[in-house]
């Protein structure tokens, strides 16, 4: 039997692609519905090419192939001498299976960086608030502004929209002209062309202000300082306020690699920074038996999941891939690489934070005591300052903020932050957050 991890759009991909093939095949998703953060919907999908998700979610719960687990966080996995063995826990039940083969398909989270006010109620990522929106029809706020980087934060702007929320403003920190730099990208994705347009649209239907060069410096609770940047984040001059109540930053995606890091996937720095997995050209990894898909090999968004989903289903079953199967990840992958060169995270915004603002939010650590474990204790990486101040022990692991405290700490020491360190602080023994309480009150 094949095991999918997640059911975001490559787990969909890869499971009807296996079930269309007379395979037996179980789909094990944390999330108490099918779809990722990309479909993640109440009841119908809504928005750019809603309708596509139609025939996955029919087939993961009308085909007989296919068994579908919600609800589950798998908090462990290891090889044996009968396949790889998955421990989960779904509905306080502990419980385990174990397959021949498995395809991770574990998405991705939205990558947060700092400012001073961070950690005030109300400051949430684009991903939070759609995920609210989304999953509970609840909108976060009275007036909602959108920041950060990257073209996810134009659905979630419109979405937010058209559900009735005073949404004031979206503001990108890099101009839209950057796409110049990747004429062949646009070339091979003509459609990405159609989906700006839809997008357009919806921003002129809704009056929403989009500004560009420009970013949240700064939030008091009641109102977000805007400041005009450059390309590498750094402040040319604080411009204007705009009064809000929700700040939704988001500054691209941080693959998921806990799990396949567990399993022993081999993992490679990407050119944005972020640690994704080395796999061959079918989504094969370098362990035995486990092919990867999705933003875990690279952030791409939904239409190279799709695509890569199909593949390591495919090569997971022994079949023969078609080329166009192969041409059509090229495309995409040239439009992902596209995305990094248009829209680059640098660390120009260590210079808006207070000393006292916290970095580490599940601990409190200050970005002051992170520089003062280095000027007065000599910490020089992350790993070392951790232990002197507790950044990144908290209930998330450092998931949200290693990579920034090692940012800070390279800047700090005047170094770059090596491969090496950037594999460590991504991977975590457990795959999950989970208490041993929960554990040791699971029934197995």
């Known amino acids: 039997m094949i095991a999918i991890i997640g059911a975001g759009p490559a787990g969909l991909a890869a499971a009807m692609t296996v079930a269309e093939n007379n395979e037996q095949v179980v789909v094990i998703d944390s999330a108490p519905r099918p779809g990722g953060q990309y479909w993640r919907h109440l009841s119908q999908v809504e928005g750019y090419k809603s309708g596509r998700s139609a025939k996955y979610f029919r087939a993961l719960h009308e085909n007989e192939k296919i068994t579908y687990i919600s609800g589950a ?23 385990s299976i174990t397959v021949e083969k498995v395809i991770l398909a574990t998405g991705a ?8 006010g961070w950690e005030r109620p109300g400051v949430m990522t684009p991903g939070a608030a ?17 920041t950060g980087t990257g073209p996810f934060l134009l659905p979630v702007a419109v979405g937010l929209a058209a559900a009735g929320a005073d949404v004031a403003g979206i503001i990108e920190a ?32 809704y009056k929403l202000k989009v500004s560009f060069g420009r970013a949240v410096v700064a939030f008091d609770g009641k109102s977000a300082t805007i400041a005009k940047i450059d390309s590498e984040l750094r402040i040319k001059q604080k411009e204007s306020e705009i009064a809000c109540d929700v700040i939704a930053a988001g500054w691209g995606f941080t693959p998921d690699v806990t799990l396949g890091g567990i399993l022993g996937c081999k993992q490679v720095v990407d050119r944005d920074g972020t640690v994704i997995f080395a796999v061959d050209g079918e989504q094969r990894s370098s362990a035995k038996n486990i092919w990867i898909a999705g933003e875990a090999t690279g952030i791409g968004g939904a239409d190279l999941a799709l695509i890569e989903g199909r593949i390591a289903a495919l090569s997971a079953l022994s079949l023969s891939i078609p080329l166009r199967l192969h041409f059509a990840r090229y495309r995409s992958q040239k439009f992902a690489t596209a995305l990094q060169v248009s ?23 200050s970005l002051g005591e992170i520089c003062a474990s280095v000027t007065e204790l000599s910490a020089n990486d992350a790993r070392t300052s951790k232990l002197f101040t507790r ?28 491969d090496l360190e950037r594999i460590g602080y991504s991977n975590r023994p457990i795959a ?12 197995k």
């Open 391 to 418: 950044a990144g022990m908290g209930m998330c692991q450092g998931r949200i903020c290693s990579r920034n405290v090692s940012e800070i700490i390279a800047s700090q020491t005047h170094c770059e932050v090596t």
């Open 130 to 146: 759609q995920a609210l929106l989304k999953g509970h029809n609840v909108i976060a706020g009275q007036r909602i502004l959108i």
């Open 432 to 443: 999950t957050p989970i208490s041993l309480g929960a554990l040791a009150d699971g029934i």
């Open 343 to 365: 829209y680059p995270v640098g660390n120009g915004w260590q210079g808006w934070i207070a000393p006292e603002s916290n970095i580490c939010r599940c601990e409190e650590v």
């Open 109 to 116: 989270h939205d990558r947060a960086i700092p400012f001073t």
């Open 73 to 95: 966080q798998i908090w462990s996995a290891v090889h044996n001498e009968n396949g790889i063995t998955l421990n989960y826990l779904a509905a306080g039940i502990e419980s």
């Open 174 to 205: 890099h101009s839209p002209f950057r796409w110049l730099k990747s004429p062949l990208a646009l070339l091979l994705n003509p459609q990405k062309s159609i989906e700006l347009i839809y997008y357009a649209r919806k921003i002129a239907q």
